[in-house]
């Protein structure tokens, strides 16, 4: 896209929305969500809500050991989502609509059912043995170090009929690829190949920043800050995982993936990336030859705080380097909704209004435009191996519970009890009923997106923090080429009496509350929960 003489690309004036296929629309009663289901939402995502892209969490074939993240082939679509055609459809109706489609790329690990693991491990002689990370016991029998699985026990799985432990951060089903072999280097480049040639706009990368372990795989250190209270069998938040993530060889790699995306035009490519700012502002290379989009999930960790977000936000817009685009994402379906954990409704309405305001590229998680708050999981229904290893409270099943589209039964997601339960408040929240409340999150959503497309100064404009003078309230300016738009986030419970002095009347463009019309920012009011975008 081009705006008045500076080009920039969709990717950044756009709003990605993340499609969880398994949970977004059940089309051939089997209680769980699939590729054609999505075709037939396809109007919903462009006309209704008006994003601009799609990111599908994994479709592909896989045994379902981590939901999709265990993939047995990374060239095929899973029966239970559809096929190959049906991809291409999804493709072509996406595009037709301008949407761009963005797909799941797991390069770290593959399912243990992959044809090349089942290769790997038939023979210490195999041709693709070196393909996964295989060591020897110690000699006392124990894994070849002391690393920590995610999902709770050691990272390390013995194979009896070869006598060799294999590596799996995940679970033992997700064994790791070794990514120093050339072999898969090229292997795995040729996998981003074909979902180009399928048409694909680009990819979220997994665990990218894993891709690479220390050389000497030697042993983490103790965290000294764990936290108390941990599950014996969570080795993995007791350590510092300074041999296993994050190693500076991954640029090397990182940089190939990006030349790869570079052989078809405008692809992005965006990271699921942790760490602190200076490590994790590397992974945009130095020259701007790594990731568009390494993924910024400050905010989400932290808690409903105007200061600590502003410091956020402040904090990464002066580490990014000139080249750099942020990005914001307040939920993902590896965490609680959004909605849930900063205290209700009334906290998300405001949430959402800084997501889609701040500079830089929002990625809406697909529920959080009806408020969906965690679902109700009985013990017995958890199925995340997460929450199964490590305890109900840690089950990511709550953030994965079907789309809410009507008020009939399964809320118009399936025509069976789907695989997680809707939410007890279906009836309403959905997005039929949403869709005739102007006072609806779905509502807030829609003119949120709608503005911020009609709008160059929330699409690229600068940004700049404002004195507020009252504690709890997060205000700043987006400007470009003399269009300004002021956003006053009140995130107390109570009032507040904001002076925002050099702005002149502001027009108000959103409001959380529904209020309208033009107020003096030198002297505004805010309600509790209180969100405005003002044009001046
Ligand atoms: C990422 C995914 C998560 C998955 C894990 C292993 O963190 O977002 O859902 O379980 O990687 O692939």
Same mark, same amino acid.
């Given at each position: 896209m081009s705006t008045e003489g500076k080009p920039y690309h969709w990717w950044q004036t756009g709003v990605v929305y993340q499609i969880y296929p398994r949970s $977004?629309?059940?089309? +051939?009663?089997?209680?769980i969500g699939d590729l054609a289901g999505i075709i037939l939402r396809m109007d919903y995502l462009k006309?209704?809500?008006?994003?601009d892209a799609i990111w599908l969490s994994p479709f592909y074939p896989?045994?379902?050991?981590?939901f999709g993240y265990?993939?047995?082939?990374?060239c095929d679509v899973d029966p239970m989502f559809g096929d190959l055609a049906t991809f291409d459809r999804l493709v072509a109706e996406a595009h037709r609509r301008g949407l761009k489609v963005i797909v799941d790329y797991v390069p770290n690990h593959t399912s243990d059912q992959h044809a090349w693991f089942v290769e790997s491990r038939?023979?210490?002689?195999?041709?693709?043995?070196?393909?996964y990370i295989w060591r020897d016991p110690k000699p006392?029998?124990?894994?070849? +170090?002391n690393w920590g699985g995610f999902f709770g026990g050691p990272a390390w799985t013995l194979d009896p009929a070869t006598g060799q432990y294999y590596l799996h951060q995940?679970?033992?089903e997700q064994p790791e690829l070794n990514w120093r072999n050339p072999d898969v280097v090229r292997a795995m480049l040729d996998v981003l190949r074909f979902w180009m040639r399928r048409g694909v706009d680009g990819f979220r990368m997994?665990?990218? @920043?894993?891709l690479i372990k220390d050389a000497e795989l030697r042993d983490n250190p103790p965290n000294p800050n764990a936290p108390a209270g941990?599950?014996?069998?969570d080795i993995f938040g007791r350590q510092l995982h300074t041999y296993s993530e994050?190693?500076?060889?991954v640029h090397d790699l990182i940089r190939q993936i990006r030349c790869t995306l570079d052989e078809f035009p405008d692809r992005v490519g965006i990271g699921e990336l942790w760490g602190d700012l200076p490590r994790w502002v590397k992974y945009y290379g130095? =020259?701007?030859?790594?990731?568009?989009? %390494? $993924? +910024? $999930?400050r905010l989400m960790h932290l808690p409903w705080k105007a200061e600590a977000m502003q410091a956020s936000v402040d904090a990464l817009e002066a580490a990014l380097p000139p080249f750099g685009w942020p990005n914001y994402v307040l939920? +993902?379906?590896?965490? %609680?909704r959004f909605a849930s954990r900063y205290g209700g409704q009334a906290q998300a309405r405001v949430a959402a209004m800084l997501l889609l305001s701040l500079r830089g590229t929002p990625t809406v998680y697909y529920g959080d435009e009806l408020g969906l708050e965690n679902g109700l999981i009985p013990p017995h229904k958890i199925q995340d191996p997460q929450g199964v290893n490590? @305890?109900? =409270?840690?089950?990511r099943d709550v953030a994965r519970t079907p789309m809410q589209w009507d008020a009939r039964p399964q809320a118009g997601f399936s025509s069976v009890e789907p695989w997680l339960p809707v939410t007890s408040d279906f009836e309403v929240r959905n997005v039929a009923a949403q869709l005739q409340d102007p006072s609806s999150v779905l509502t807030l959503y829609r003119r949120l997106i709608a503005v911020r497309r009609g709008s160059r100064a929330l699409q690229v404009g600068s940004y700049r923090a404002l004195?507020? @003078?009252?504690?709890?309230v997060f205000a700043f300016v987006r400007e470009v080429d003399g269009e300004r738009v002021v956003a006053a986030l009140n995130f107390n419970a109570e009032p507040v009496q904001v002076a925002l002095p050099g702005f002149g009347a502001g027009q108000i463009v959103v409001s959380t509350s529904g209020r309208e019309g033009e107020v003096a920012t030198a002297d505004l009011t805010l309600a509790p929960h209180e969100g405005l975008l003002m044009t001046l």
């Open positions: $977004f629309q059940d089309s +051939n009663g089997d209680g006309d209704t809500l008006g994003v896989s045994p379902m050991a981590d265990d993939i047995a082939d990374y038939a023979s210490r002689q195999s041709p693709k043995r070196d393909w006392d029998g124990s894994p070849p +170090n995940f679970v033992p997994d665990v990218v @920043g894993l941990l599950p014996p069998n994050d190693q500076d060889e130095e =020259h701007g030859d790594e990731l568009q989009l %390494p $993924f +910024n $999930f939920s +993902n379906h590896d965490q %609680p490590l @305890g109900a =409270h840690r089950t004195e507020a @003078g009252v504690p709890g």
